[in-house]
């Protein structure tokens, strides 16, 4: 069974830097895409950033490009976001997702196409 665990977040002040983490257990495929994706109450959940574990590519949302970096430690089956220079915009619960993907293109996906979710984890930053 697949299980998908973050950690991380918390309340910062505009500029600051928090990590996220995710912790996966139970996944069958060696092949697949790792995202973080954030959501606010009454909005869509966004699709932040990717990295597709078959090679290590990673993409990121035009908003946080620059700023955030998707990462994996693959020995340790973790993975993980580096959040810089945040702003109060950046604020929402963040979710980490997974997807069988054969090819890398499939990490740029909407929420509905990954399979596995974690519970959330918020960001809160203040301006």
């Known amino acids: 069974q697949v299980q998908l665990v973050e950690s991380g977040g918390g309340s910062v002040q505009a500029g600051g830097s928090l990590r996220l983490s995710c912790a996966a257990s139970g996944y069958p495929y060696k092949s697949r895409c790792m995202a973080w994706f954030r959501q606010v109450p009454g909005k869509e959940r966004e699709w932040v950033a990717a990295?597709?574990?078959?090679?290590?590519?990673?993409y990121y949302a035009d908003s946080v490009k620059g700023r955030f970096t998707i990462s994996q430690d693959s020995a340790k089956n973790m993975f993980y976001l580096q959040m810089n220079g945040l702003k109060a915009e950046d604020t929402a619960m963040y979710y980490c997702?997974?997807?069988?993907?054969?090819?890398?293109?499939?990490?740029?996906?909407?929420?509905?196409?990954?399979?596995?979710w974690g519970q959330g984890t918020q960001v809160t930053v203040s301006s």
């Open positions: 997702a997974g997807r069988l993907a054969l090819e890398e293109r499939l990490c740029s996906a909407p929420p509905d196409e990954y399979a596995y």
């Open positions: 990295i597709y574990t078959g090679g290590g590519s990673t």
